[in-house]
């Protein structure tokens, strides 16, 4: 049998103490502490080996359910830059919108310096009327690639709705419209080396991202408008510029207009836009 051991007395004290004790309820906050909460509030994330197919169809139907359009077998992928997989991710962040102003939701996209971050994407639209659809064909993009931009979401600062801002600065590879499906390259639209971004005061490729809408300055608004008889219609729209504030400038330059047939291809050469402001839009959506 083995021996018992006694501890010296002064380590009781320290024993006990460690032993677990009731637990304590939460207590609420109070506002003013709550008020008291700042900082950036956020995440970063990336994509990695990104892909996505399927026949999922996305369709908007008019009130009446007799017309429709629909989007769907979208196809998407994107390659990865094996050097650094992870140090240029996505960013959401809570930043917030000023004295008096909601908080925004802003998403960053990644800087991409390297432009080895490349997508590639298809999908198909048709048109229905009444049972009688028309097939659209395919939208085929090839080396899409992003340069920073993103977008915000928040709340107007004037009635309801979703408030929201955009920038982007992107270079498209080929934007190509099959009528007859992404299996049939042959009778074709492309749009080849496409560029977006902030213009430049020579005219030159963009180096920066455009500035569509700005929740702070410019804000975009997506909601619900009703008329004076009572229709309500969706509506998507860019306010004027605060006083003070100006438009983004744009450009959009494409290398290439083509044709594609198989009586023989048409090539119309470049065209482009040196300048582009969206000073106001208003798009609302017949019921």
Not at 236 to 262: E, H, K, M, Y
């Amino acid at each position: 049998m083995r021996a018992l051991t006694l501890l010296p007395p002064t380590l009781l004290p320290i024993l006990l103490g460690l032993l677990p004790g009731p637990a304590r309820a939460l207590e609420p906050l109070p506002d003013s502490a709550l008020s008291k909460i700042g900082g950036r509030d956020g995440m970063s994330f990336n994509l990695s080996n990104f892909a996505v197919s399927g026949n999922a169809v996305l369709r908007y139907t008019t009130p009446d359910n007799r017309s429709s359009i629909g989007i769907g077998n979208l196809a998407a992928s994107r390659s990865d830059n094996l050097d650094a997989p992870f140090a240029d991710p996505y960013r959401l962040d809570v930043i917030s919108g000023g004295p008096g102003r909601a908080d925004i939701v802003n998403i960053a996209m990644p800087q991409n310096l390297a432009g080895r971050e490349v997508w590639q994407m298809a999908l198909d639209f048709d048109v229905d009327d009444g049972g009688f659809v028309v097939k659209g064909g395919s939208v085929i993009l090839k080396d899409l690639v992003y340069y920073g931009g993103g977008f915000q979401w928040s709340t107007p600062a004037t009635g309801d709705g979703l408030a929201f801002g955009m920038s982007t600065r992107m270079e498209i590879g080929s934007l190509a419209l099959q009528p007859n499906g992404r299996d049939a390259p042959g009778e074709a639209m492309v749009l080849s080396n496409v560029r977006i971004g902030a213009a430049t005061e020579d005219g030159s490729a963009p180096v920066a991202p455009w500035r569509l809408a700005e929740v702070g300055s410019q804000a975009g608004i997506f909601n619900v408008r009703t008329d004076d008889a009572g229709n309500a219609r969706l509506h998507i729209g860019i306010n004027w510029p605060d006083a003070g504030a100006a438009a983004g400038a744009g450009t959009l330059q494409i290398g290439n207009i083509g044709f594609r047939s198989d009586a023989g291809n048409v090539d119309l050469g470049s065209s482009r836009i040196g300048s582009i402001q969206l000073q106001y839009l208003d798009i609302k959506f017949r019921p």
